[in-house]
């Protein structure tokens, strides 16, 4: 399980960023994917954990949300820009 979280968590974003590098418009696609496939992880991950006796989860969870839909946005844009 840890390496799951960890191939969703670090791995897939790492992924997204070395597409920004690229210009071309298959790397923008990719990377807008894996966007708001990280992105609804966040949203799921919340879902999942947010009934918890952990108190910085509920400023963490949210906070992550709001980053991740944010990232998906602004990749989905810059697919777009072309």
Known sequence: MIVFMMTLS???????VLCMQAKAKTAKIINA??????????IAHAFMELPSDNA???IIMPMMIVVGITLAWYSIKYVKED
């Open 10 to 16: 670090f791995l897939i974003p790492t992924c997204g």
């Open 33 to 42: 994917v894996l966007a708001v496939l990280i992105a609804l992880f966040n």
């Open 56 to 58: 910085g989860q509920y």
